[in-house]
């Protein structure tokens, strides 16, 4: 008896395949469009930049816009006062975080479902909701135009990066922990030494999300800080917009540089990126 014949099956397979992927990189280039503009923009003069219809090769290239650029605003101060500000963001929540979600993951209690829940209830309220009364706590107690309203926060825990922890930990072997209880271990050392060695992929995507959401935060900067000296790079950047427009090269220019390291980081943490979103949904 013949077999049947699938190759009209594994024909249309790769026909799907072909047109799903010739898809997606319509869409990516649709994507890249600014991106490429804006960086072939940063190696154009000033005149070539307003010329209409814009030409998407520089002719001259120039590179004049960088150094121009990164001297021209404090640049470097300003980079300082960001990294300051994203790295003890990434450090606080990652701590204050992952604690929160090994309490409601790990730990048996009464009430830490209704507790999850309300936590979970707290993200419908958006930032514009609670600016005002914020701002007014800090301001009475001496923070305003300092980095601490900017930082503390980060520290006292986020519902939307504790939802993700919690729903990874969820995926971790009760038997683990379980035998590190009976071998007297305490709820320490389980998260220490347990638990958090085993979720490097959902840490790595909650610091990666902690990161740029500092790294390109301008309303928070804009509200509580007015010392320049104290700009971040966004805030600096809308500053240099606003007062110097006319340079569109040099404003260019320094976009790309401040862009450059998200990218850099994303490419290089993406496989563990994905695999915390994909993970943090499979149990719970």
């Given at each position: 008896?013949?077999?049947?014949?699938?190759?009209?099956?594994?024909?249309?397979?790769?026909?799907?395949?072909?047109?799903?992927?010739?898809?997606?990189?319509?869409?990516?280039?649709?994507f890249?469009?600014?991106?490429?503009?804006?960086?072939?923009?940063?190696?154009?003069?000033?005149?070539?930049?307003?010329?209409?219809?814009?030409?998407?090769i520089?002719?001259?290239?120039?590179?004049?816009?960088?150094?121009?650029?990164?001297?021209?605003?404090?640049?470097?101060?300003?980079?300082?006062?960001?990294?300051?500000?994203?790295?003890?963001?990434?450090?606080?929540?990652?701590?204050?975080c992952?604690?929160?979600?090994?309490?409601l993951?790990?730990v048996?209690?009464?009430?830490r479902?209704a507790?999850f829940?309300?936590?979970?209830?707290?993200?419908?309220?958006?930032?514009?909701?609670?600016?005002?009364?914020?701002?007014?706590?800090?301001?009475?107690?001496?923070?305003?135009?300092?980095?601490?309203?900017?930082?503390?926060?980060?520290?006292?825990?986020?519902?939307?990066?504790?939802?993700?922890?919690?729903?990874?930990?969820?995926?971790?072997?009760?038997?683990?922990?379980?035998?590190?209880?009976?071998?007297?271990?305490?709820?320490?050392?389980?998260?220490?030494?347990?638990?958090?060695?085993?979720?490097?992929?959902?840490?790595?995507?909650?610091?990666?999300?902690?990161f740029?959401?500092?790294?390109?935060?301008?309303?928070?900067?804009?509200?509580?800080?007015?010392?320049?000296?104290?700009?971040?790079?966004?805030?600096?950047?809308?500053?240099?917009?606003?007062?110097?427009?006319?340079?569109?090269g040099?404003?260019?220019?320094?976009?790309?540089?401040?862009?450059?390291?998200?990218?850099?980081?994303?490419?290089?943490?993406?496989r563990?990126?994905?695999?915390?979103?994909?993970?943090?949904?499979?149990?719970?």
């Amino acid at each position: 008896m013949a077999e049947p014949d699938d190759s009209g099956g594994r024909g249309m397979s790769r026909m799907a395949t072909i047109a799903a992927h010739t898809a997606l990189i319509l869409l990516s280039l649709v994507f890249l469009v600014p991106l490429l503009w804006l960086i072939t923009s940063s190696l154009k003069t000033d005149a070539q930049i307003l010329r209409f219809p814009p030409e998407w090769i520089p002719s001259p290239v120039t590179l004049k816009n960088y150094p121009g650029g990164l001297t021209f605003i404090p640049f470097w101060r300003q980079l300082g006062n960001t990294l300051l500000i994203s790295s003890l963001t990434v450090l606080g929540t990652l701590l204050s975080c992952s604690l929160v979600a090994y309490g409601l993951a790990r730990v048996r209690w009464r009430g830490r479902n209704a507790l999850f829940g309300i936590l979970l209830g707290t993200m419908m309220l958006p930032f514009q909701v609670t600016m005002v009364p914020v701002f007014v706590m800090f301001a009475r107690i001496g923070w305003v135009d300092t980095f601490w309203p900017l930082i503390v926060p980060h520290f006292l825990g986020s519902a939307f990066y504790i939802f993700l922890m919690r729903q990874f930990f969820l995926t971790i072997p009760l038997e683990l922990t379980e035998a590190a209880r009976i071998d007297g271990c305490s709820e320490w050392d389980i998260y220490r030494r347990i638990v958090l060695p085993l979720s490097k992929p959902v840490l790595a995507t909650v610091g990666l999300f902690a990161f740029m959401a500092s790294w390109n935060d301008y309303l928070g900067p804009l509200i509580y800080l007015a010392d320049e000296s104290r700009y971040t790079l966004s805030l600096g950047l809308a500053s240099f917009s606003s007062q110097y427009g006319s340079y569109p090269g040099m404003l260019m220019a320094v976009t790309v540089v401040i862009t450059v390291p998200i990218i850099v980081i994303f490419f290089f943490a993406q496989r563990t990126f994905i695999q915390g979103i994909t993970l943090t949904g499979i149990k719970g």
